[in-house]
């Protein structure tokens, strides 16, 4: 399996940005599809972007359209976040993760999360 590790949170007033990082170690082959969740108190754990690591395709969560960019670098074997525009309603704990088969939740890799606040 593929270890994850996240920074990059922090406490931001809302219209801040913040760029969350997420550090691979193991190979990450170009089929893998890596990507972010988060889960905020009381709620589901929501996926919000993912990239795929050969073909850079990207997917957003309508809530984050327009305001997130995943991105990738190769050589640094690292995911990236950024935020910017955030709102009150982008506070949650954000997880990295790894799918070395698109959608299959079993197969998946977790980091173990980096808190993201957001004050109005």
């Known amino acids: 399996q593929v270890q994850l590790v996240e920074s990059g949170g922090g406490l931001v007033q809302a219209g801040g940005s913040l760029r969350l990082s997420c550090a691979a170690s193991?190979?990450?082959?170009?089929?893998?599809?890596m990507g972010w969740f988060r889960q905020a108190p009381g709620k589901e754990r929501e996926l919000v972007a993912q990239i795929n690591w050969g073909l850079s395709s990207t997917y957003y969560a309508d809530s984050v359209k327009g305001r997130f960019t995943i991105s990738r670098d190769n050589a640094k074997n690292t995911v990236y976040l950024q935020m910017n525009s955030l709102k009150p309603e982008d506070t949650a704990v954000y997880y990295c993760t790894a799918d070395p088969v698109a959608g299959r939740e079993t197969l998946r890799s977790w980091g173990q999360g980096t808190q993201v606040t957001v004050s109005s």
């Open positions: 193991g190979r990450i082959f170009s089929n893998y599809w």
